[in-house]
């Protein structure tokens, strides 16, 4: 049986307060919305609430980050990514706890791009300090590299559209030095996945040398060429091409 998550008028509580600021969360789905455990605390960090909603609760699925109030809405900005479902979870589990507030989650993509559109197209550039030119270069470098992966069907790391999102805070707020500390940090957090795929061509490209080579000395092998292309194989395999050709070379020396 799973714990019970913190009581509702502690959750409803501190869900009011996170109207003037975000208020750290951590929750792990249950297999219903009444078995779902959500954590809020201002002090403890996301993570370790992450974890121990995941101890308390009934399911390995579990996600956390922060949550601000604007209205009857409680954006969830998440630091890890969200199981799929959650958010119907989300809302069925508000509405059992009668907690007066809608939830959704602030990583919609294509909102914070019009966010920032937005925003941009309000700034004043004549009057634009120096630090505050260098953040929109940073924030343009930061868009451009989303809307890449976007392009690619690929989907951008919560952790940095949550990250993101913070700077533009603080830069919004004036905080433009500390967005500017953090900015390359976030700009590194949406490089785009090593193309796994190339790694896959070159390791069946290898295989493909291997099997060549075991084909020309099908019945003419010595047992000191077997034991080499057995290696070579074993090598091509793991993707150490470069292990993989030397033992080939060897096979062709120990003719």
């Known amino acids: 049986m799973a714990a019970t998550t913190q009581k509702a008028a502690d959750l409803k509580k501190l869900l009011n307060n996170a109207r003037s600021g975000p208020i750290n969360f951590g929750v792990c789905m249950g297999k219903t919305a009444e078995t779902t455990i959500l954590l809020l605390d201002r002090s403890k960090t996301p993570r370790s609430l992450?974890?121990?909603?995941?101890?308390?609760?009934?399911?390995?699925?579990?996600?956390?980050?922060?949550?601000?109030?604007?209205?009857?809405?409680a954006r969830f900005s998440c630091e890890s990514d969200p199981p799929s479902g959650s958010i119907g979870i989300?809302?069925?589990?508000?509405?059992?706890?009668?907690?007066?507030?809608?939830?959704?989650?602030?990583?919609d993509i294509s909102q914070d791009l019009n966010d920032g559109a937005d925003s941009k197209k309000m700034l004043d550039r004549s009057d634009m300090s120096p630090d505050m030119k260098k953040?929109?270069?940073?924030?343009?470098?930061?868009?451009?590299?989303?809307?890449?992966?976007?392009?690619?069907?690929?989907?951008?790391?919560?952790?940095g559209m949550a990250a993101w999102k913070q700077i533009r805070k603080h830069a919004s707020r004036g905080q433009v030095k500390m967005a500017l500390r953090s900015g390359p940090k976030v700009l590194k957090m949406m490089e785009p996945?090593?193309?796994?795929?190339?790694?896959?061509?070159?390791?069946?490209?290898?295989?493909?040398?291997?099997?060549?080579m075991a084909s020309r000395l099908k019945g003419k092998m010595t047992?000191?060429?077997?034991?080499?292309?057995?290696?070579?194989?074993?090598?091509?395999?793991?993707?150490?091409?470069?292990?993989?050709?030397?033992?080939?070379?060897?096979?062709?020396?120990?003719?």
């Not at 121990?52 to 699925?61: D, F, H, L, R, V």
């Not at 953040?135 to 919560?158: F, S, T």
């Not at 074993?234 to 150490?240: F, T, V």
């Open 135 to 159: 953040w929109e270069k940073i924030d343009n470098a930061i868009e451009a590299k989303v809307r890449m992966l976007m392009k690619a069907k690929q989907k951008p790391p919560a952790k």
């Open 50 to 73: 992450g974890s121990s909603a995941k101890a308390m609760g009934e399911t390995t699925k579990s996600f956390f980050g922060d949550v601000e109030v604007d209205g009857s809405r």
């Open 90 to 107: 989300l809302k069925k589990f508000f509405a059992a706890h009668k907690l007066g507030f809608t939830p959704e989650f602030a990583t």
């Open 193 to 212: 996945p090593k193309d796994k795929a190339d790694k896959s061509k070159k390791k069946g490209a290898m295989m493909d040398m291997v099997r060549q």
């Open 223 to 255: 047992p000191a060429q077997e034991k080499y292309l057995k290696a070579a194989a074993n090598q091509a395999k793991r993707g150490a091409d470069e292990k993989a050709a030397a033992l080939l070379r060897a096979v062709q020396k120990a003719a």
